[in-house]
T-cell receptor
Framework: DTAVSQTPKYLVTQMGNDKSIKCEQN?????MYWYKQDSKKFLKIMFS???????INETVPNRFSPKSPDKAHLNLHINSLELGDSAVYFC??????????FGPGTRLTVT | QKEVEQDPGPLSVPEGAIVSLNCTYS??????FMWYRQYSRKGPELLMY????GNKEDGRFTAQVDKSSKYISLFIRDSQPSDSATYLC????????????FGEGTQLTVNP
């Protein structure tokens, strides 16, 4: 009974391709997030949705587009992938903003 | 200058040692302070969460916040090899909703 799950776990793709990462949470939380963790382990928020409404949209290239079909799902679509997009992407959810539950991560490698 | 500074380590200690992990911050508006633990190739998991100043204890872990010095600490007593992980501090302001600001994490190894 995984709390926050992400697919795929690993993604290797070439520059210029378009890819999606899916996230699902079964905790009944209202808020979901996407974070990017670079090679130095620095974790930075990208987007947050509350009940399917976008509430945080950090300075992220508009090649990145989140979509929340319902409050249990938050997907991330990335267009025209670049080398600098290589990172680990984490989905998270919370009811209390200070208690966020993270998924296992998707390791994206762009070649 | 980063809002939250954390020494990335690596920090290596023998089993049973007391470990002290620290973060400093520059913005006095931070009110909520969290510590997350991240094992290799896993997602971060929340360890401790404190509001404003003071201490909070949970088993072998103690979180300490000194708002006057803009300094937070996580102490691990009787450290175990299973504590080997990266520890990330995170902070939040009253007005920033769910936008957490993370430190870059300290990599800890506890040697048996």
């Amino acid at each position: 009974d995984t709390a926050v799950s992400q697919t795929p776990k690993y993604l290797v793709t070439q520059m210029g391709n378009d890819k999606s990462i899916k996230c699902e949470q079964n905790l009944g939380h209202d808020t979901m997030y996407w974070y990017k963790q670079d090679s130095k382990k620095f974790l930075k928020i990208m987007f947050s949705y509350n009940n399917k409404e976008l509430i945080i949209n950090e300075t992220v290239p508009n090649r990145f587009s989140p979509k929340s079909p319902d409050k249990a799902h938050l997907n991330l679509h990335i267009n025209s992938l670049e080398l600098g997009d290589s990172a680990v992407y984490f989905c998270a959810s919370s009811q209390d903003p200070h208690e966020q539950y993270f998924g296992p991560g998707t390791r994206l490698t762009v070649t | 200058q980063k809002e939250v500074e954390q020494d990335p380590g690596p920090l290596s200690v023998p089993e049973g040692a007391i470990v002290s992990l620290n973060c400093t911050y520059s913005n006095s508006a931070f009110q909520y302070f969290m510590w997350y633990r991240q094992y290799s190739r896993k997602g971060p998991e929340l360890l401790m969460y404190t509001y404003s100043s003071g201490n909070k204890e949970d088993g072998r872990f103690t979180a300490q916040v000194d708002k006057s010095s803009k300094y937070i600490s996580l102490f691990i007593r009787d450290s175990q090899p299973s504590d080997s992980a990266t520890y990330l501090c995170a902070m939040n302001k009253e007005t920033s909703g769910s936008r957490l600001t993370f430190g870059e994490g300290t990599q800890l190894t506890v040697n048996p």
